[in-house]
């Protein structure tokens, strides 16, 4: 019997009845990027990391589960982990991710931009309209009709603002887009790279904030409007509205630097062996970002005056 029992002991720890399963190849400690091929245990045997999450079937993600935890949910909590627990996050490449999921949460967000600006737009267009027309939008809303003057301030500046935020809205859906393509390395294996080609639409989740910092903004407006409706309270608003533009620039600029570092970190994390590419991302996104912003805001005004230049040649 004691002989049994010392055979029992010393018996490999895969075959324990309660031995966990050996991790397949391809699979990388998030933390110190040690390849845990063949591991047993729950945790790294380098670093010590906990492995009970790359252990786990299910998907992580909040935003998969929308349907069962509700929508408004699911989005802001995927929006946590990937802004504030990126390194939980880009665990999940080891596991199945759907494109259609992750191309959703990406149209989700860019709604969280594109309608808070329209919003701005809008409104501050009408903020300004009084100037030029001469009268008070209050007493424009009491009496009814549209005055001609105000009519064709709407029509002369509403066609630019049109075309700008139609410019802005595909602005935002090419670069949301294009730097999946960069997490495709060839010598990674392929479903790999669909893993974190799919993890990288997920980390646009930073620019949902932008929607809280606007509409902050506006409801701070809205107070600053209530002790100028008097006859002066318009040039006071166009001072508000310079301060407000400045701020959403620069609030523009601070989620999409998180943007940029979620995306750099993802691909630090999820293809720890290919560091190169990390740097590539880091340095060559941005400069797409730059280039996208000048072919999309400055080429189409240019052709848009030429050929009215040419037209009015014929003329």
Request: charge should be positive; hydrophobic fraction near 50%.
């Amino acid at each position: 019997m004691a002989d049994e029992s010392v055979i029992a002991n010393d018996a490999p720890d895969n075959e324990q009845p309660n031995a966990l399963p050996a991790i397949e190849p391809g699979v990388y400690c998030s933390e110190c990027t040690y390849d845990l091929r063949g591991v047993v245990s729950n945790r790294c045997p380098e670093c010590g990391h906990s492995l009970e999450n790359l252990r786990s079937t299910e998907s992580g993600i909040p935003w998969v589960h929308r349907r069962e935890r509700g929508l408004l949910k699911s989005y802001w909590r995927t929006v946590w982990m990937v802004t504030f627990r990126n390194q939980r996050f880009s665990e999940e490449c080891i596991r199945p991710v759907s494109r259609a999921d992750a191309q959703s949460f990406r149209w989700v967000t860019i709604a969280h931009v594109f309608v808070p600006v329209t919003a701005v737009v809008v409104t501050s267009a009408i903020a300004r309209a009084p100037k030029v027309v001469g009268d008070p939008l209050r007493e424009l809303i009491h009496r009814g009709p549209i005055p001609p003057l105000l009519w064709d301030y709407a029509c002369t500046a509403g066609w630019p603002l049109a075309i700008g935020l139609a410019l802005m809205l595909f602005f935002l859906i090419a670069a949301t887009g294009v730097p999946s393509d960069f997490f495709r390395p060839r010598n990674v294996p392929l479903a790999r790279q669909n893993a974190a080609s799919t993890l990288s639409y997920y980390a646009c989740g930073p620019l949902a904030a932008f929607a809280i910092l606007v509409l902050m903004m506006l409801s701070t407006t809205v107070l600053l409007y209530k002790p100028y409706y008097g006859t002066s309270w318009r040039w006071t608003c166009a001072e508000i509205w310079e301060l407000r533009w400045l701020m959403i620039i620069l609030s523009a600029g601070m989620v999409a630097f998180t943007w940029w570092v979620n995306l750099v970190r993802t691909a630090q994390r999820a293809m720890p062996r290919v560091r190169r590419r990390a740097t590539l991302i880091a340095v060559s996104v941005p400069l797409l970002w730059l280039t996208l912003a000048a072919l999309i805001f400055v080429v189409p005004p240019f052709i848009g005056i030429y050929i009215v230049i040419i037209a009015a040649s014929f003329g």
